[in-house]
């Protein structure tokens, strides 16, 4: 795993210790961030269930301002705070140990907003409607926000949540991944 694109490109990303958590191949974060950037021109993103920070860390490298980084595994912590360092994006990051809900609403009552929110959590989790509504709800998301939610190709979401409109959706296998805007 690496850093593909911007100011961290080629930086090399350790992986999480054991099989509990499923980084993002390069192919799917390639296509992610083909779909909804490639660059940023600033803002601020989430990287809900971090594993690696990966896609926050690329998101980072691409131009966001500042990531929030949440995940309940102090291991994965751990190692979002290394690859961090190693990308040299430690300044721009804050890292939270935290059950995502109650993330969101730690986050929900410092007023934080996202322009950008990374949805990959392990794929037997369905809850990805109620997370997104939550957001909504505490106000947590920017006029024309972006989610991107990973998720197992079986397991199919609305083409609406709320005010969040779902622009993309594509297939690599097992894997899905389906782009909403708030609109």
Known sequence: MRVISGSA????????????????TDKVKEAIFSMIGPYFAGGSVLDLFAGTGGLGIEALSRGMDKAVFVDADIKS?????????????????E????????????LG???AR????????PYKMTAIPELI?????????????????????????????GDAVRV???????????????T
């Open 77 to 93: 912590i751990d190692v979002v705070r290394s690859n961090l360092k190693a990308a040299k994006l430690e300044d721009q990051a």
């Open 133 to 161: 509504g939550s957001m909504l709800e505490m106000d947590m998301l920017a006029n024309a926000a972006t989610i991107v939610v990973e998720h197992d190709s079986a397991n199919q979401f609305g083409d609406r949540i």
């Open 168 to 182: 993309k959706h594509a297939e690599y296998g097992e894997t899905a991944v389906s782009i909403y805007r708030r």
């Open 109 to 111: 009552k410092r007023e």
């Open 114 to 121: 996202f322009d950008l929110v990374f949805l990959d959590p």
């Open 9 to 24: 490109k080629g930086r090399p990303l350790k992986a999480v210790p054991g099989m509990g958590t499923r980084p993002t």
């Open 95 to 106: 890292v939270y140990r935290n059950d995502a809900l109650r993330a969101l609403k730690a």
